[in-house]
């Protein structure tokens, strides 16, 4: 062998052991990033009176015009106080197996969901309770918004709110709004929006600055809106209540619901006696079989005589 080859060996033995060092080494670093990222989630979860105060200095903003940025929820909200974070929420891909993230860096966010909402985290208490004074009702673009604290009810009041049914798909917020405003002032409307899609489900609640609009709302029951005949009706508040302490029904084997049994006399046990499970009877003793022997035999000999 030339001393060429034998030197362009060891220099081939030489890189390859190098590029598996590497490999190791990236490898157990990446491990070690790893472990370092679960930690650090593990120190950074925080505990429900950190999240409790958080929602206190947190507030919520819905029916945003889906064409407003960050940046404008930022310098519109920074009036009340210094801002920590501001959070886009309520946005849906235009492609099924694309995350909401990346459709919001990439711009493929679905068209037919004209709104999206916020969360503006402040510094300070204060200045979340100062933005519902000053913000409370401010309107862009004809959308009203809804701002509230995350620690308020996000349930809608059975004195002020109705339920409205038998929408169409594609009805949106300021629709129902311009609807219902014709009757009162409208607070809100919230509509039930499927969690992938965007599209609503055909239900929303329709939130009144006041209770006096609730009796003539209640009149359009049955009225023609966007194509359709709407159900409107109230809310109640109990039902939850009783629906959650209600157990439910059994049902039987063919579906339907499982009748209650009749009262009467309880037949399901009955103690039956048989022959095998009857107790046996003591043995008895040699001295009482003789004497049972005699009686037996004195009986017999009577008999014959």
Known sequence: MS????????????????????????????????????????MEKPSPEDIEAENRRTVFVGNVPREVTTKEIQKMFSKAGAIDSVRLRGVYSSKEKMSKRTAVLSHNINENVKTAHFYVKYKEEESARKALELLKGTA???????????????RCSSKTSI????????????????????????????????????????????????????????????????GRKIRVSRIDSNKKKND????????????????????GPNTSRVLTTNRNDKQKKPALSKKVKRKIMKKKNAKKSSVMK
């Open 3 to 42: 001393g060429s080859l034998l030197e362009a060996m060891k220099q081939f033995t030489a890189d390859h052991t190098e590029e598996r060092e590497e490999s190791s080494e990236a490898e157990s670093s990446k491990k070690h990033r790893q472990v370092q990222r679960a930690n650090r989630k593990l």
């Open 140 to 154: 862009i673009e004809e959308c009203k918004l809804r701002i509230q604290l995350c620690t308020d009810d996000s």
């Open 163 to 226: 339920f409205v049914g038998n929408l169409a798909f594609d009805t949106d917020e300021k629709a129902i709004s311009d609807y219902f405003g014709q009757i009162g002032p409208v607070e809100y409307v919230r509509i039930v929006r499927d969690k992938d899609s965007g599209l609503g489900k055909g239900i929303a609640f329709v939130a009144f600055e006041s209770h006096s609009s609730i009796i003539p709302a209640l009149k359009l029951n049955g009225a023609p809106f966007n």
């Open 244 to 263: 959650a302490n209600k157990k439910p029904k059994r049902k039987d084997a063919k579906g339907g619901e499982k009748k209650p049994k009749q009262q």
